[in-house]
């Protein structure tokens, strides 16, 4: 009897079909192009990218309002998942998070407010709800858009210091975990996976330790993998002892030497040097002592070109800082080593974010009848109509507290639709200017606010900067209100610009106490 070459149910795979192609990334690090190729794609307004020029106008964060506490307790997770299976149809927003014994448990609901744990059948440590019995409660949920059916639902997560793995499931409740390790290193905090259609890669971002701060302890940052099979182990090059001696001379690492050592010889350590640091501390921008403790990046699911993060900032009291700051973290003040906040960051790429640090995404202090001191972002977003709906953990203890007791709770949030950040104009008015474009299309329509006093007018320039007859400014009807998909009309040609569609031209927002999130080319 001929043995089988192998048992591995991947060498049994089918070659895989061509990866799921999106446009190509409008704004690239390297672009040089001077008019931009907008198509019909709609442009959030989260950087200046597509601006020229401007008068009187700030891009400013927009915080999302705070809802319902939803449900509370000890000891919740702080890294949950937010997921909502459109393909699949249920309707329902689902939260992940851990279970017992650190297992990955689900909930479900459908006004994002009321969550129980649904009946899977199976009974894990007397829960229902438990889809992985694994101890994988540092992971996240994506739909894989390249995989068989019974494949489409991927959850990436370190799996109890033995490695990170990819699980697969045809629904979200039942997976199966691949035979095989994607990546030979221990998960230290939430590792985030996504498919990037733009880019064509399985991108993910992970919790690295190396770098320290000038006190000496660890200062977070977060490092980027990419990978074309994402069932396959991902591409992986270890650095030797010597090439990290040599990095450190001019990044302030760590004294693991050599580094795989960290956590001892049979367990795996936290990503190291091995792959691009994205994401971290900015010493031109962040006090000392202050790090990213988890980045909550992820590629926003209704616009091309927008990518959005949540991350968790961490003030530390220890090892940093003056005395008279190293005091907060006293054991006598009964505080702990440090709070934590949400902030807000931004990227065309998913490789180099602009991070916005005030105001915060979702401060700490009073929610609910809360004082929250720690604030974690669930990973994930869900759609309900022109809402954004977002969901966070609260904890009134602060990280590594010094006592026990205070509640930790998860909480609702709403942001609208593309509104993580505007084009802002004052009361008296202001001007933008788009760099050069071609469109596709014969509408535009605005998602903008301009209040009860305010308001907005869109003058059309050709390619010299001349405004084009029957688009000028005084022309447009006055914008007036608060609209999420408001088309621009003009006095004598009305709303279609099918003329100028492949044409080159630039548009001019005139605003007064307005707010404009993003625009679009629309047939």
Not at 134 to 139: A, S
Not at 320 to 338: H, I, W, Y
Request: glycine content about 10%; proline content about 8%.
């Amino acid at each position: 009897m001929t043995p089988p070459e192998s048992v591995s149910r991947l060498s049994r795979r089918e070659t895989p079909a061509p990866l799921q192609q999106g446009p190509p990334l409008l704004f690239p690090s390297n672009t040089t192009s001077e008019v931009v190729p907008l198509g019909s794609r709609r442009n959030l307004f989260l950087d200046d990218v597509l601006i020229d020029d401007r008068e009187n106008m700030e891009l400013t964060v927009n915080p999302p309002r705070l809802e319902e506490l939803v449900f509370e307790g000890r000891g919740l997770a702080n890294h949950l998942v937010v997921f909502e299976d459109v393909a699949g149809g249920d309707g329902l927003v689902r939260l992940y998070g851990g279970g017992p014994n650190h297992s990955l448990a689900v909930w479900t609901s459908t006004d994002g407010i009321h969550f129980s744990a649904p009946d899977l059948g199976p009974r894990y440590r007397g829960k229902s709800n438990v889809v992985i019995a694994d101890p994988v409660g540092l992971g996240t949920i994506f739909v894989d858009p390249n995989a068989p059916p019974e494949e489409r639902i991927k959850y990436f997560s370190g799996y109890r210091g033995r490695g990170m793995y990819v699980y697969s499931s045809p629904d979200g409740y039942q997976f199966t975990r691949n035979e095989t390790a994607a990546l030979p290193f221990r998960a230290a905090s939430q590792s985030l996976v996504f498919y990037d259609d733009q880019r064509q890669k399985y991108v993910g971002y992970h919790r690295s330790d190396m770098q320290r701060t000038i006190g000496g302890k660890s200062s977070r940052t977060f490092v980027m993998t990419e990978t074309t099979d994402v069932m396959q182990p991902w591409p992986f090059n270890p650095v030797t002892q010597a090439e990290q001696q040599e990095l450190a001379k001019e990044q302030h690492l760590g004294n693991k030497s050599p580094y795989y050592i960290d956590n001892g010889p049979l367990t795996p350590p936290g990503p190291g040097v091995e792959y691009p640091t994205v994401g971290g501390n900015r010493p031109d921008l962040d006090p000392p002592g202050v790090d990213i403790y988890v980045p909550k990046c992820l590629k926003y699911p209704w616009a091309d070109d927008a990518y959005v993060a949540f991350p968790v900032v961490y003030f530390h009291y220890h090892g940093d800082g003056p005395k008279a700051r190293r005091a907060l973290g006293e054991p006598e003040r009964e505080r702990g080593s440090g709070p934590l906040e949400t902030q807000l960051a931004v990227s065309r790429d998913g490789i180099h974010w602009h991070r916005y640090p005030r105001p915060a995404y979702v401060g700490i202090g009073k929610h609910d009848d809360m004082d929250l001191k720690k604030v974690y972002m669930a990973h994930g977003l869900a759609r309900r109509g022109d809402e954004i709906w977002l969901f966070y953990v609260g904890s009134e203890q602060y990280h590594s507290a010094w006592t026990r007791g205070g509640k930790d709770a998860v909480f609702k949030a709403v942001q609208r639709l593309d509104g993580f950040v505007s084009a802002d104009t004052p009361y008296t008015g202001g001007t933008l200017v788009t760099r050069p474009l071609t469109f596709i299309g014969n509408r535009l329509v605005l998602n903008i606010d301009t209040g009860a006093a305010g308001y907005a007018q869109v003058e059309v320039r050709d390619n010299a900067g001349n405004p084009i007859r029957g688009f000028e400014l005084d022309d447009c009807v006055y914008i007036n209100g608060d609209f999420i998909d408001k088309e621009v009309e003009w006095l004598h040609t009305g709303r279609d610009l099918g003329e100028l569609a492949g044409t080159p031209v630039q548009l001019v927002f005139h605003m007064h106490c307005s707010k404009l999130y993003s625009m679009q080319f629309v047939d």
